[in-house]
Each structure stands twice: as C-alpha cells, then as structure tokens.
C-alpha cells in the first residue's frame, strides 16, 4: 500500500491576484521536485469566503464538514490538553493572555506581544484557576497551555449552561460553530453575549463576562505582570475568550473511513485534540529549540510513524505568523526553513515511489491583510505513480493552472487523495 504524507503549511497560502506571493518568492527546491510529480488545484478550506480560524479548516481537511461536526475550539483545545468537560454542565473557550490598558481598557495586544513565556503564563493561569463566579455556584478552571494560549472551563452547580456564547475576543466573530477572523478588529474587549434565546446561554455569557473582569483585577497586579513592567514587556492582563463550546465532537474515526492508520504530528492543544477526536495516534512534537531542531525532530517522527502508520498528517505553523505580523520577507524566511529543514531531507530519505504527498495549507494569511482570509487555497497531490499537470513549482498561480480545478470544500480533499493514489496503485 502506498503510504501519504499529508503536509500542511500553516497560513503559507496568500493573496492569489498579487503579482507575487511568499510561496512563489520562496527558494523551495523541494517542494518543486513535488510539484514536478504532482497535480495540482484549489480549495476552500470550509467554504467560499470563509475566513476560518486553524482548528475548524484542520477538522475540514481531515475530511469532516464543520458544518455538521464542530462543536467549537474550546472543546478540542480541552481535550488536547487533557481536559475532560462535563457535557452541557461546562464551556469550554480558548483564551488568550492579552494586554489591555488599565487606565481606558483598550486592547494593547492579542497575543502579549508574542513575548509570555510558558512558565510565566502557568503561574498567571494558577492564579485565577477556581475563580467563584455567580454568588459561589459558578466556577472556572484556568489552564495555560503554549505561551499566550490557554484553555478556560466556566461551569455552574446548579444549571446546564450552553455553548452558544459569542467571543469576547474581539479579532473572531461567531458565525454558527465556526468563528471567522475579522479584518482590523476594533480595540476593544467584547461582551459575551448569548447566541440563543435560552436560559443556558444566557447564563454562559454571564459566567464569562463575570471571568474576564475578575480575572483582569487578580492579574493586573500579579507579581509575573508587575516583573515584566520593570523588564519593559506588556502585562498579561486580562483573558480573551472565543469558540465556547459544552461537548467534543463526536467523529467516525479516520481508520473507518478511509481503511488506512493515520498518525498525526502535534504541536497546539488543539491539534492533539483534533488527533484524539479523530481517532488518530497523537505524536507531540518537540516544542523547544531552535526552529531547525524543531523541524528536524518533525522529520524524525515522520519517518518513524512511516514505518507503522499508513498515513501521516504534518501540521507546520511556521508561515502563519509573520503573514498576521504584516512581514514579507518573514514569511518567505519560514516556507524556506521547511523546505530545506523537513522537505527535502525527507525526500531523500523515503521511496518516493512508495510514499505520496499531499501538500496544502489551511488557510490564506495574506501578509497584506495580516489575518486569515477566505482565498482559495493551493494543494498539490505528488507521487510518481500519477500523471503529472507538468507544473514546475507549488504556489497558488500554478495550483489555478492545475488538472484537479478548484474544490467547494476542504474536506474533499483526502477522499480525491486516496481515489487518485488507490486508482494508480492499480493501474
């Protein structure tokens, strides 16, 4: 059986009508060699015009309509980090650490200037864990994941809550499950308002406006913060909440779908959530290092879930950040680092006869917009039992040119993947 490597590169894709993008600009001889056996088209990863944030266009390209199985980040980023929730009792939200200045409340930073360590945000998570809410009958369990990132658990005594509660971080708003990024968000904190007329919801939104200001008036003053103002860093002062969420999704398992073992390499929370969820073995990545170590260990968990899984999906966040950081040049730099760190070793080093590749990225961050858009995305299918469109590089210009034309959805993609390769196997 032919084995695939399904690559994702986080946010590489662009702006498709740009005279040049970073993955047309990148020096990537690697995936040129792919491309080279490859057929080539376009995606949406959800849907025309969605702009959809990692987690949702994740669960799309792994073959499930988000529109029928997402029950909302909070859930996957809970269970990733080994959060069990009792269902429609809690809400799970992914949060973030951000900064707010204290004298106008106005948002300063998302994302804490990108500088809180792990270990910094731990002890601010210890800090508000257990927080009272609702006269003692509500609750929150706080739980720091990587850097800014952490989990938050809002749960009453006495009554059901729902998930249907909108962002109070104001850069994603909800739109059904599935929150999409909003292009220069206001510089606010959102109320969280319900998303249903139901009592459930009603109190959710209660419970997490409560959490955001009682959470504000512990950190604010946290020895952590009060260190990082003498050191000159933003304060990590108050707590974004988006994607609520009361149960994980219930998904048939990929080896039942397709007949084929997959493996996952992981780095979020919500990567291994997404993993567990969709029955896949959750190998964690190595998160410290330098950012060759860290693709070099990538590389050598490829190739070892190769040797006993049938299918391995890669997800490299590399690209994505210097796109929402408005740098060029950055992103050119990151798409270069895994072509010559991961790519291409890894090309020399399995039979190429025997593996497929199936390269996309998740979402367009287009470095113009500095955040996630709704542009088609490019994917390439490689492997040298296919005819190939006789392209000569990955990028979305030469994907528009591809046999394989353009896709409504994300999820179609690894159903056409296994027919192409299956259908060649046989030919």
Do not use: C
């Amino acid at each position: 059986m032919v084995k695939l490597v399904y690559l994702v590169l986080d946010g590489a894709a662009d702006d498709p009508s740009a005279s040049e993008t970073p993955l047309m600009a990148a020096d990537t001889p690697g995936l040129d060699e792919l491309a080279r056996n490859a057929r080539m088209g376009l995606h949406y990863s959800i849907a025309l015009g969605v702009a959809p944030e990692s987690d949702a266009a994740v669960l799309s390209l792994l073959g499930y309509d988000p529109e029928k199985h997402y029950t909302g980040r909070g859930p996957l980023e809970a269970l990733g980090a080994g959060i069990r929730i009792r269902e429609n009792y809690e809400v799970a939200f992914r949060a973030n650490f951000a900064t707010v200045d204290e004298s106008t409340l106005e948002l300063v930073d998302r994302r804490v200037g990108r500088s809180l360590t792990s270990e910094e945000a731990k002890l601010l998570a210890e800090a508000v864990d257990g927080i009272e809410l609702d006269g003692g009958r509500g609750y929150a369990r706080v739980r720091a994941t990587i850097g800014h990132r952490a989990v938050v658990v809002l749960g009453h005594r006495e009554h059901r809550l729902s998930g249907e509660v909108d962002n109070t971080d104001p850069a994603y708003v909800r739109k059904g499950k599935i929150s999409e990024a909003v292009p220069n968000p206001p510089r606010r904190v959102r109320e969280a308002r319900p998303l249903e007329e139901t009592e459930e919801a009603r109190l959710a939104a209660r419970l997490a406006n409560e959490f955001t200001w009682k959470a504000h008036e512990v950190l604010k003053n946290h020895p952590v913060n009060l260190e990082r103002v003498r050191r000159g860093l933003l304060k990590a002062n108050i707590i974004l909440l988006r994607d609520a969420g009361s149960q994980p999704p219930k998904l048939k398992p990929l080896h039942q779908v397709f007949s084929a073992r997959f493996a996952a390499i992981t780095e979020m929370p919500v990567e291994k959530g997404i993993a567990i969820a969709a029955g896949m073995y959750p190998a964690e990545a190595l998160m410290a290092g330098s950012k060759e170590e860290r693709l070099t260990d990538r590389l050598r968990l490829t190739l070892k879930l190769l040797e006993s899984y049938d299918a391995v999906y890669v997800h490299l966040k590399g690209p994505d950040e210097p796109g929402h950081d408005g740098d060029f040049e950055g992103k050119v730099r990151e798409i270069e680092l895994i072509d010559r760190h991961y790519v291409q070793p890894l090309l020399d080093r399995v039979d190429l006869d025997q593996v497929a590749f199936l390269v996309t990225s998740d979402h367009a961050t287009p470095w113009r917009l500095r955040a996630h858009s709704g542009d088609p995305i490019p994917f390439m299918v490689s492997w040298r039992g296919l005819a190939p469109d006789g392209l000569q590089g990955f990028n979305e210009k030469a994907a528009a040119k591809g046999s394989l034309g353009v896709l409504s959805h994300g999820w179609q993609l690894l159903p056409l993947t296994f027919s192409l390769i299956r259908s060649g196997s046989q030919s």
